[in-house]
T-cell receptor, first 115, second 114 residues
Framework: GDSVTQMEGPVTLSEEAFLTINCTYT??????LFWYVQYPGEGLQLLLK?????DKGSNKGFEATYRKETTSFHLEKGSVQVSDSAVYFC??????????????FGTGTSLTVIP | DTGVSQNPRHKITKRGQNVTFRCDPISEHNRLYWYRQTLGQGPEFLTY????????KSRLLSDRFSAERPKGSFSTLEIQRTEQGDSAMYLCASSSTGFREKLFFGSGTQLSVL
């Protein structure tokens, strides 16, 4: 079945450091890929998405590129801030499958940015 | 946009009791989802409604679980004869048909079964 695997945390970085959180997926067909973020005390919210191969999603300085050849969707940011401290979830949905309304989430990666 | 609202925020119950959670989605969203999240895991899909119709259910949703969405507005998730393994965060999310891939999540209901 469809699934997502993301790197385990927690990740601790100093402010202005470079961030990479790895995510790989298993799916048939052409899934859409997402990064969701959960800030402390808040619900999950969409950070960025990509719906087809080679698409790059971007938002708030974060980027991720849909790589079909490596089945990956790694999250990157060039210079993290303290306000980026949160839990990041990679996710996919496969609209053309018979479970097309289900989103599959990774286990989440906790990021702490220290001043 | 007042966001997705879930009540209660926390529920502590004894094993064997029934519990009911409520979710109020964003008013114009016709798609509503229930997810369950345990510590250290990502959200796991439970069920999906489009308007008042329950269109998908996960095999995680045993016979003790039932969800409704009367009139296609708020939704309730009931767990009968709770077990300790039901302890988890129960998340509700909604989205619109035109932008189905952008889920808006509530803050969840944390269930503890003693």
């Amino acid at each position: 079945g469809d699934s997502v695997t993301q790197m385990e945390g927690p990740v601790t970085l100093s402010e202005e450091a470079f961030l990479t959180i790895n995510c790989t997926y298993t799916a048939t067909g052409y899934p859409s890929l997402f990064w969701y973020v959960q800030y402390p005390g808040e619900g999950l919210q969409l950070l960025l998405k990509a719906t087809k191969a080679d698409d790059k999603g971007s938002n708030k300085g974060f980027e991720a590129t849909y790589r079909k050849e490596t089945t990956s969707f790694h999250l990157e940011k060039g210079s993290v801030q303290v306000s980026d401290s949160a839990v990041y979830f990679c996710a996919l949905t496969n609209i053309l499958s018979n479970t097309g309304n289900q989103f599959y989430f990774g286990t989440g990666t906790s990021l702490t940015v220290i001043p | 946009d007042t966001g997705v609202s879930q009540n209660p925020r926390h529920k502590i119950t004894k094993r064997g009791q029934n519990v009911t959670f409520r979710c109020d989605p964003i008013s114009e969203h016709n798609r509503l989802y229930w997810y369950r999240q345990t510590l250290g895991q990502g959200p796991e899909f439970l069920t999906y409604f489009q308007n008042e119709a329950q269109l998908e259910k996960s095999r995680l949703l045993s016979d003790r679980f039932s969800a409704e969405r009367p009139k296609g507005s708020f939704s309730t998730l009931e767990i009968q004869r709770t077990e300790q393994g039901d302890s988890a965060m129960y998340l509700c999310a909604s989205s619109s048909t035109g932008f189905r891939e952008k889920l808006f999540f509530g803050s969840g209901t944390q269930l503890s079964v003693l």
